[in-house]
């Protein structure tokens, strides 16, 4: 892996073949406008860091707030054009560099780039010929793409405006080679950042530390900022899911450690989660509910084949874990566990350049797909609760689980937290 992953880029291909595969299925005459989106304010005179809308970056391959992607295709032609911010030296010196129309040509493959102060005048024009069909997307967030939206329904009627979101989310459900590499390499890199973090296992730490240790990783090797915001969620915090606020104290021994953690590279996500015991060993309790958990990641795994769907998936991890939880006296005489007792969270998303990537939950999976599977199960009684989670391939015969070297099986986590040197 290249010490600065940034260096790894999707190629060229992949996104003007998208483009291709969408007009395949749109009317011939037709235009596509697609909207990256907006900055954020973080605060007076400060941005959240930007990341474009997925379905338009799947498309164009550039990621510079409000950029605009215009794609105007009839039987004979198609010819596809970015509108983008100027140069401008002023705004650069205070927010940083821009690309230049040949820096945007030669990452999207399109074929001219405009300056935004243009847009709307070729907005006007698509939407006054009514010769061509308009597709768009309506945006993740309310901005740019849900005014246009509207614009064009207020122009052209509520049903002559094609949403492309769902076609897209059939595209993105199956997974590319080039976005499969870079996929492991995210997963590679994930690895690397919770080793660094299980070194301060060995000795008393805090939340905090894991956390800025696996972060610290990731942004040393270019990832600078993670697919999601890193969990580390110590003893009952792992009752909050999505636990955000890491505490400076020490970590108590005899208590289980939730750690949640994703790298992007080349704008694809990971999502690996594992847990581990404070002690350094488990107790009789913990290792019978972490071996629960794992048993029911395996059982999923090898259910998971071209033909099943995500609701197929959840359904085998309620009675794996309802018999779990029955077997270790939890369930009180109950057959199967109601939903908020103890499994708070259905076991699997697909993953991609989303971490719960865009999907239609009723199709059935097929090869390519790329999926996170992540039972867990909560135990209030016993003040503990985890999920186990590992990134799977859906291959013709079943799955690759690409994280399977992050190791989690009880034994092995044991000699590694123990182990004085290094891994």
């Known amino acids: 892996m290249n010490a600065d992953i940034r260096e790894y880029r999707l190629p060229v291909s992949f996104f003007s073949n998208n483009r291709k595969r969408l007009l395949e299925k749109l009317p011939k005459r037709c235009c596509v406008v697609v909207f990256a989106g907006e900055t954020v304010s973080m605060s007076d005179g400060a941005e959240y860091h930007f990341r474009p809308d997925r379905n338009f970056y799947y498309l164009a391959g550039v990621e510079q707030p409000d950029s605009v992607l215009v794609i105007r295709s009839d039987e004979s032609r198609t010819d596809t054009s970015l509108f983008v911010h100027s140069n401008d030296p002023l705004r650069e010196r205070w927010s940083g560099k821009r690309l230049t129309p040949a820096e945007v040509l030669e990452r999207s493959g399109a074929d001219e780039v405009f300056y935004l102060e243009n847009l709307d005048d070729a907005l006007t024009a698509i939407l006054d010929d009514r010769t061509y069909d308009i597709a768009t997307d ?28 769902p076609i897209l989310a059939r595209m993105r459900m199956k997974k590319q080679p080039c976005e499969i590499d870079m996929i492991k390499k995210a997963i590679e890199l994930t690895d690397l950042s919770i080793r660094d973090a299980l070194v301060l296992l060995r000795s008393e ?52 450690i939730q750690i949640d953690v994703g790298a992007t590279v080349g704008g694809l996500c990971a999502d690996v989660s594992r847990a581990y015991p404070s002690s350094g060993v488990f107790s009789a309790r913990q290792a019978a509910l972490y071996d629960a958990v794992l048993n029911c990641l395996d059982h999923i795994t090898r259910m998971i084949r071209p033909g099943v769907t995500i609701a197929d998936i959840n359904k085998i991890f309620r009675e794996t874990a309802s018999k779990a939880l029955g077997e270790l006296g939890i369930l009180s005489g109950r057959e199967y566990a109601e939903p908020g007792d103890y499994l708070w969270h259905n076991a699997a998303h697909h993953l991609g350049m989303d971490v719960h990537d865009a999907c239609i939950k009723d199709l059935p999976i097929e090869a390519n797909a790329v999926l996170a599977i992540e039972p867990g199960i909560y135990v209030r009684e016993w003040g503990m609760g985890f999920r186990i989670e590992d990134d799977v391939l859906v291959t013709e015969e079943g799955c690759e689980v690409l994280s399977s070297f992050i190791f989690r099986d009880r034994l092995e986590v044991e000699e590694l937290l123990g182990m004085s040197g290094g891994m």
């Open 138 to 165: 309506k945006g993740f967030r309310t901005g740019p793409a849900s005014r246009f939206l509207e614009r064009a329904r207020q122009s052209r009627g509520e049903e002559s405006v094609r949403l492309i979101a």
């Open 205 to 256: 730490t805090s939340e905090l530390r894991l956390f800025s240790a696996m972060n610290s990783a990731m942004s040393r090797s270019g990832c600078l900022e993670p697919a999601f915001p890193t969990i580390v969620a110590a003893g009952e915090n792992a009752f909050y899911l999505h636990h955000s606020e890491p505490d400076g104290a020490a970590i108590p021994k005899g208590v289980m």
